[in-house]
């Protein structure tokens, strides 16, 4: 009974467009989707949808994402765009978009529990694709995924509380 009350609520702000953010890939707490205005553009701060692969299906198998309502059963990601269609990203000590670093995105090899983690290769982002990244270190994003499908966006991220502990 505890969890359906503590389920309905969390369920209830999904459905309406808000999300509670429990991961350090941004500040925890309640944030809101808003409608998107105008087309993705590096910067923007956006809940994005997964696609529904074996990658993010073993990544959910690993803990790194958690249930939701988008497609595949997955909770949506809470990301930064970092590059658009027609960009070349490299991936080596770190993340370079058409020849410039990217802060904080160094590349690890292991995850926090030591298991093996494949960087992206790398190449130019396909149209209808963003890559996504995060500051936090530990972050899963597209450093590993890769691009991902444009058409999983679900909007512009806004805080409403948040809070870091």
């Known amino acids: 009974m505890v969890v359906v009350a503590g389920a309905l609520p969390a369920m209830t702000c999904s459905v309406v467009g808000y999300r509670f953010n429990l991961t350090a890939s941004a500040p925890r707490g309640l944030w809101r989707i ?61 993340v370079v978009i058409d020849g410039k670093h990217l802060a904080s995105s160094d590349i690890r090899h292991t995850d926090g529990q030591g298991r093996a983690v494949v960087p992206f290769a790398g190449g130019t982002i396909p149209q209808g694709y963003l890559f996504l990244h995060s500051t936090t270190a530990n972050s899963y994003d597209s450093r590993y995924f890769g691009p991902v ?14 809070f870091d502990f």
């Open 149 to 162: 499908p444009a058409s999983g966006l679900l909007g512009y991220a806004r805080p409403i509380i948040t």
């Open 34 to 94: 808003e409608a998107m205005y105008r087309s993705a553009a590096v910067g923007d701060l956006v809940f994005i949808c997964p696609p529904d692969t074996a990658t993010f299906e073993n990544a959910f198998g690993r803990g790194y994402l958690g249930r939701g309502l988008c497609p595949g059963g997955l909770a949506p990601l809470l990301k930064t765009i970092a590059a658009i269609p027609g960009q070349h990203v490299t991936t080596g000590k770190d």
